[in-house]
């Protein structure tokens, strides 16, 4: 059996997605959850939170308060590094852009706060068999099981 020549398939992922605010942070997000890494905390360090969509990317990406996180943190930064950072006063001096880092650090605490289901998601994302997918299932927001189909 052959595969039918009229099919089109396509494989790929197109960063217009990511042009909404919402869809780049979830994205950010979820990255940082699953599995961090310094390019992630960077590029979530370096925007500003945005109630509109509009206006998120921080000027000159917070470089200095970032830079001086990154010289505190011994070139490491982890989640254990974004609470102390969030443990401090909103207002101390970090830079330019401080203020912004902290907020974004503060952002993080409170969405991974709001995801109850993350350690069942992240063993389900990293042991799960290659020929299956996982689901969450629809029955609530915030689901109290995961399965796995074929």
């Known amino acids: 059996m052959g595969l039918d020549p009229g099919l ?3 494989l790929g992922f197109s ?9 780049r ?3 950010l997000l979820f990255g940082l959850l699953i599995e961090p890494d310094p390019p992630t905390w960077r590029a979530w ?4 939170n945005s109630a509109t969509g509009r206006d998120f990317s921080a000027p000159k990406r917070s470089a200095a308060a970032y830079l001086r996180l990154l010289k ?6 982890t989640d254990t590094v974004v609470e102390a950072l969030a443990a401090e006063p909103r207002a101390k001096s970090r ?3 401080g203020i912004a880092i902290w907020d ?3 952002r993080f605490l409170a969405l991974r706060e709001n ?10 994302a990293f042991s799960r068999p290659a020929n299956r997918t996982a689901t969450v299932q629809p029955e609530s927001r915030f689901p109290s099981k995961l399965s796995t189909v074929t």
């Not at 960063?15 to 869809?23: I, M, T, V």
């Not at 505190?72 to 930064?77: E, F, G, L, R, V």
């Not at 109850?116 to 389900?124: E, F, G, K, T």
């Open 15 to 23: 960063e217009g997605l990511l042009d909404s605010w919402a869809a």
């Open 104 to 106: 974004r650090a503060a």
């Open 115 to 124: 995801l109850a289901y993350l350690p069942r998601l992240r063993s389900v």
């Open 45 to 48: 360090l370096g925007y500003q």
């Open 72 to 77: 505190d943190s011994n070139d490491a930064i």
């Open 25 to 27: 942070e979830a994205f």
């Open 8 to 10: 089109r398939v396509e």
């Open 95 to 97: 830079g330019a852009g």
